[in-house]
T-cell receptor
Framework: QKEVEQDPGPLSVPEGAIVSLNCTYS??????FMWYRQYSRKGPELLMY????GNKEDGRFTAQVDKSSKYISLFIRDSQPSDSATYLC?????????????FGAGTQVVVTP | SAVISQKPSRDICQRGTSLTIQCQVD?????MFWYRQQPGQSLTLIAT?????????ESGFVIDKFPISRPNLTFSTLTVSNMSPEDSSIYLC???????????FGSGTRLTVV
């Protein structure tokens, strides 16, 4: 079983819709959670990070972490065609494992005009 | 956030040869990492590049195959040695201060071994 599970998609939504992405994980030691966006033939770009359970909002993006359920989500409001990309979740424990991120498989998102 | 310049962006190499990938960060960072992203798959951590000491490798990766250098806090190299077609992949470096500053990635090196 992978430590981080993420549906690879593709997830197709019309422009203006809310995109809902999620990851589940099995390692309860994970404390630091990130979402990356990766366009084709580019390196991943950090979107959001969070340390703790709860919500974090940044513009059109909202990240949620539920440690009790080992479940994280990313919501993209008012989606645009430029949001079409692969979205990767990543997480790390603290201590000796700090910075050794485990990545999900990535979800491909397609926003259609 | 730190900006990372990675080169080469792509290369086609003969089997049995070696390729060195370079990453230059525009500011000092505490942590640097090397990842591999095989076609259609997510990122797999190869090793943590430690400044002034030997890299720390993840299970399945060894120094003889992937020697890494990190002479200072802004620069690191990864060498893919004695390449075979199975090494065809995208190689990415990552670095940053962590915490609220997060980690950023280079744009990747797309390697094809023929």
């Amino acid at each position: 079983q992978k430590e981080v599970e993420q549906d690879p998609g593709p997830l197709s939504v019309p422009e203006g819709a809310i995109v809902s992405l999620n990851c589940t994980y099995s390692n309860s030691a994970f404390q630091y959670f990130m979402w990356y966006r990766q366009y084709s033939r580019k390196g991943p770009e950090l979107l959001m990070y969070t340390y703790s359970s709860g919500n974090k909002e940044d513009g059109r993006f909202t990240a949620q972490v539920d440690k009790s359920s080992k479940y994280i989500s990313l919501f993209i409001r008012d989606s645009q065609p430029s949001d079409s990309a692969t979205y990767l979740c990543a997480m790390s424990a603290l201590g000796d494992s700090w910075g050794k991120f485990q990545f999900g498989a990535g979800t491909q998102v397609v926003v259609t005009p | 956030s730190a900006v990372i310049s990675q080169k080469p962006s792509r290369d086609i190499c003969q089997r049995g040869t070696s390729l060195t990938i370079q990453c230059q960060v525009d500011s000092q960072v505490t942590m640097m990492f090397w990842y591999r992203q095989q076609p259609g798959q997510s990122l797999t951590l190869i090793a943590t590049a430690n400044q002034g000491s030997e890299a720390t490798y993840e299970s399945g990766f060894v120094i003889d195959k992937f020697p890494i250098s990190r002479p200072n806090l802004t620069f690191s190299t990864l060498t893919v040695s004695n390449m075979s077609p199975e090494d065809s992949s995208i190689y990415l470096c990552s670095g940053g201060l962590g915490g609220i500053y997060g980690y950023t990635f280079g744009s990747g090196t797309r390697l094809t071994v023929v």
